[in-house]
């Protein structure tokens, strides 16, 4: 199920790829970065358009199951069944079912508002992990990160204007699957130091895919033959861009490669103005750049704790994620 958490400051299936630096060449990783991000948009505004017409569990339903043909390619290519072995199986479960509610919330978000504007809202992805990452990772989180992560809020604040009751069902939804993406990404952490990245792709798309499939009954609307392969290309290309992603991240270190998300922001605008004629109001767009400016900072002092404690920068998401779980006393 390729939701918000491949990308939104997670890049989940890509903080477990294996960088090859000294094999390729940095360009071609970020070229292939900003395809798969173009791809993910894309996928997104398949999502929307089918939204119309089909309730979201349906759709999740389809996207799980078309985008474990994807899957099963990687899992072919990196070696076989073998690729799926694990004796983690109940984090697997926790990291779907986190997977699962931010799907679900992050297609609502989808359904109820503009691509752009649950962009914004979605890309606190960053500040939630650096917040999570103090009780559930035991990191230290210093006053460099803090005030990147405060200014961050209030430009979240800025987007929901709080007080004149502006907060609604699409923002609440936008703000959740944040928060699940943030707790998806964690747990990869956990499972990255034993799992394969076939690993969790699979686990993920099959045990959504599962619970998705026991659900279709309620309010199940059959889609068209023409619905039904724009249901089938969604799936695939957010596959294709999970695996351009993972490619991306071989080939360049992460520093290079994660701000380059942040072009989903332009595509969110693009897509909407073209396809329904939404622009970003002007509080969501005051508001969504600051997210993103604390989301780049986080990810520049990422890049400064790494080099303090003088490690590459390896394939991981652009956010506190990057860091190595183990780091507690490094400046941040």
């Known amino acids: 199920m390729w939701s918000a958490f491949a990308r ?22 970020i070229g292939l970065a900003l ?13 929307k358009w089918l939204s119309a017409d089909y309730p979201v569990h349906q759709m999740l339903f389809f996207n799980a199951a078309f985008g474990l043909l994807p899957v099963a390619l990687m899992t072919r290519r990196a070696g076989g069944l073998r690729e799926l072995r694990t004796h983690r199986i109940g984090l697997h479960l926790l990291r779907a079912g986190c997977g699962m509610i931010g799907g679900f919330c992050a ?16 890309f606190t992805t960053p500040l939630l992990i650096t917040v999570l990452s103090i009780p559930l990772l035991g990191e230290t ?19 929901l204007q709080p007080g004149n009751g502006s907060f609604d069902l699409a ?17 990869v952490r956990k499972l990255s130091v034993t799992e394969t990245t076939a690993s969790i792709a699979f686990y993920s ?70 396809l329904w004629g939404d622009l970003p109001a ?35 998401p652009a956010s506190p994620a990057a860091a190595p779980a183990a780091a507690s006393a490094e400046p941040a």
């Open 205 to 274: 798309n099959a045990v959504v895919a599962v619970v998705m499939a026991c659900l279709l009954p309620i309010g199940f609307v059959p889609p068209t033959l023409p619905d039904l392969a724009l249901m089938a290309l969604a799936g695939l290309t957010g596959g294709a861009a999970l695996l351009c992603l993972i490619a991306a991240y071989r080939r360049a270190q992460a520093a290079v490669v994660a701000p380059f998300q942040y072009s989903q922001m332009l595509w969110g605008v693009v897509l909407g103005w073209l």
């Open 282 to 316: 002007t509080a969501v767009a005051i508001g969504g750049t600051i997210v993103v400016a604390s989301g780049l900072y986080i990810l520049y002092r990422e890049v400064v704790r790494a080099e303090d404690r003088l490690e590459p920068i390896t394939a991981t």
């Open 141 to 159: 989180v210093r006053w460099r990160r803090w005030s990147a992560v405060l200014v961050g809020f209030i430009g979240v604040l800025i987007m």
């Open 171 to 187: 923002a609440g939804a936008a703000m959740l699957a944040a928060t699940a993406s943030a707790l998806s990404i964690i747990l």
């Open 8 to 29: 939104y400051g997670g890049l989940i299936m890509a903080a477990v790829a294996r960088p090859r630096l000294a094999d390729s060449s940095a360009a071609l990783g």
């Open 35 to 47: 395809l798969a991000f173009a791809l993910f948009s894309s996928m997104d505004a398949m999502i």
């Open 107 to 122: 297609f609502t978000a989808y359904s109820l508002m503009p691509l752009a504007d649950a962009y914004a809202f979605i």
